[in-house]
């Protein structure tokens, strides 16, 4: 099993920054895939950026140029550096990740997830 612990989440103005982490623990050969989804409210919930085993990235396009997925290989764990926020961006924040187990399958794990609200 994979344990996920996200922080870095809370309220901030917009315009402001905010810097959330996940870090991943528990038996597990490697991670590949690190991934943050948002879910707003009343909405479904979707992919905000992802970063690859050879560190290559991906972002929605609503997020594209603001926020910045990152990873400490060392620590398994993944950052989401968010600047410039808008009150769109408010949602419950979630880390998902694609795990090698020690068995050699790939599962897939989420975190409970961490709020962030940006308003004035």
């Known amino acids: 099993q994979v344990q996920l612990a996200e922080s870095g989440g809370g309220l901030v103005q917009p315009g402001g920054s905010l810097r959330l982490a996940c870090a991943a623990s528990?038996?597990?050969?490697?991670?590949?895939?690190m991934n943050w989804y948002r879910q707003a409210p009343g909405a479904r919930r979707e992919l905000v950026a992802q970063?690859?085993?050879?560190?290559?990235?991906s972002y929605a396009d609503s997020v594209k140029g603001r926020f910045a997925i990152s990873r400490d290989k060392t620590k398994n764990t993944v950052y989401l550096q968010m600047n410039s926020l808008k009150p769109e961006d408010t949602a419950v924040y979630y880390c998902?990740?694609?795990?090698?187990?020690?068995?050699?399958?790939?599962?897939?794990?989420w975190g409970q997830g961490t709020r962030v609200t940006v308003s004035s």
């Open positions: 998902n990740v694609d795990a090698r187990m020690m068995t050699g399958r790939l599962e897939n794990f």
């Open positions: 970063i690859f085993s050879i560190n290559s990235t």
């Open positions: 528990g038996t597990f050969f490697n991670i590949n895939a």
